[in-house]
Every structure is written in C-alpha cells, then in structure tokens.
C-alpha cells in the first residue's frame, strides 16, 4: 500500500491593494502655484527693470559727454562728477529692496505667516519707499546727467535736497516700524522660529544702507547749498571813506 506524500508549498503573500490618500488640497496647491510663480516674476522682472535702467542711464551719459554742459563753479563740477554714482547706488540697492519686501508682503498675503501685524505694514512701506526711490531716483539719475534737463528747476540743488530729506524720511520710519520685530531676529536662535528669517534680514540690512547712504547726502547737499550761497554772495565791498 502505497502513501501519497504531499509537499506543502507556501503561497506567495498575496498584495491587498490599500486605499492611498492625496494631499489634493486646492487651496494649498493654488498657495503653491502663487509662491512659485510670484517668485518667478519678481525674479525676471527686478532684473529686467535694472538693465532698463543702465542702458538708458548709459545712452544718456553719452549723450552727455558729446554736449557738455558749462559749469561755473567747482561745486557745480564736483556735483556733476560724484552725484551720478550716488543715485545708481541708490536705484540698484532700491531695485533690490524692491524685489525682497514686494516677495515678503506676496508671501505674508497667501500664507499669513507674518511675525506680527506691525512688522507686515513696516514691510508694506519699505516697499513703497524702494519703489518711490528707485522711481524718483533714477529720474533724477537722466535729469541731472542731462544737459538740457539738468537745467530744469527740479535739477536744483534745492530741490534734490528735499528729495533726500523726504526719501531719508520715509526710509527711517520704515525701518523704525520693523526693528521691534527684526531687533529680535539678529540672534541665530530666534531666527529659526520665525518664517522667512534669512529674507528678513537682507530687507532690514538694505534698508540701513539706504538710510545710511541717504543721510551721507543730506550732509552733501547742505555743505552745497553752503558753497552755492557763498558763492552767489561774494565777497563784501566797502566803500572808502
């Protein structure tokens, strides 16, 4: 009598397809889709303004050079040979700032993650204020390198110090808004709490070299206004007796 032995195999595991759950959240993905692509805007469109910028600053430089303009007075060439470079400065490190706080205040109005509301509407006005300056800087930029519009009023000296005094202004109680909140942040341990610390540190530091560079040229322009008063002065004639 013959037994039947009978190998027992195992089965191979049977996979059981599980239910996968998305993150399909469409206000987190339009959050998503508006970081990534304000971040692509504001990265093409920054750097598009400044080349604009430098190359109508370099057509009007030449144009320059080939028409000279007279100056009578050595303050008026010292102006003429340093002013220039200060409001590059100015509408470059501006044009930056620009692109830092208008990215912050994008990214504080799709995900509301802003330190404290004062530091929000701080950073609101930093914007304005780069904005203001890189506009009316680079305008002042063509009219002063200009030998027919430097001739204008608004070119006086007069009147680009209250541009710096109004610009200095607006810049120091920008920043004077959001030191409560950056003031904390320069130490490495808080700074990663907070959101976006890196981006709030470079706003802060550009702003401080605006206002720096900024109070440079109202000390500038009050020691002109000096000279240009001295000079339409004269010295004094007495009669003789």
Same mark, same amino acid.
């Given at each position: ?24 959240? &469409? ?7 508006? /970081? ?9 469109? +920054? &750097?598009? !303004?400044?080349?604009?910028? !430098?190359?109508?600053?370099?057509? /009007? ?26 409001? +590059? ?16 205040? =994008? #990214?504080?109005? @799709? ?16 914007? @304005? ?7 009316? $800087? ?5 009219? @002063? ?9 608004? *070119?006086?000296?007069?009147? #680009?110090? !209250?541009?710096? @005094?109004?610009?200095? =202004? ?28 890196? #981006?709030?540190? $470079?706003?802060?530091? +550009?702003?401080? +070299? ?17 000279? *240009?008063?001295?000079?339409?002065? $004269? ?7």
């Amino acid at each position: 009598m013959s037994t039947l032995s009978t190998s027992s195999t195992s089965a191979p595991p049977i996979s059981i397809p599980t239910e996968t759950f998305l993150s399909d959240d &469409p206000i987190a993905s339009r959050i998503s889709y508006l /970081t990534s692509t304000t971040t692509t805007l504001i990265a093409c469109i +920054v &750097p598009i !303004i400044a080349i604009m910028y !430098i190359l109508l600053l370099s057509w /009007t430089y030449q144009y320059s050079q080939r028409n000279p303009r007279p100056l009578n007075k050595t303050s008026g060439l010292r102006l003429q040979k340093y002013a220039p470079g200060v409001y +590059v400065f100015l509408v470059l490190t501006s044009l930056s700032e620009v692109a830092l706080a208008s990215w912050l205040v =994008l #990214q504080y109005r @799709f995900n509301h993650n802003y330190p404290t509301v004062q530091f929000r509407t701080g950073t609101r006005l930093i914007l @304005f204020t780069s904005v203001w300056t890189s506009i009316t $800087g680079g305008a002042y930029t063509l009219l @002063f390198l200009h030998p027919s519009w430097s001739k204008h009023p608004v *070119s006086s000296v007069g009147a #680009q110090a !209250i541009w710096v @005094f109004t610009t200095w =202004l607006f810049w120091v109680v920008g920043v004077s808004i959001v030191n409560p909140s950056v003031a904390n942040l320069l130490d490495k341990g808080s700074c990663e709490i907070v959101a976006y610390c890196s #981006q709030i540190r $470079g706003l802060y530091g +550009v702003a401080l +070299v605006e206002i720096f560079t900024l109070t440079i040229g109202m000390a500038i322009m009050i020691w002109l206004a000096w000279e *240009s008063a001295r000079y339409s002065v $004269g010295p004094a004639i007495y009669p003789m007796n």
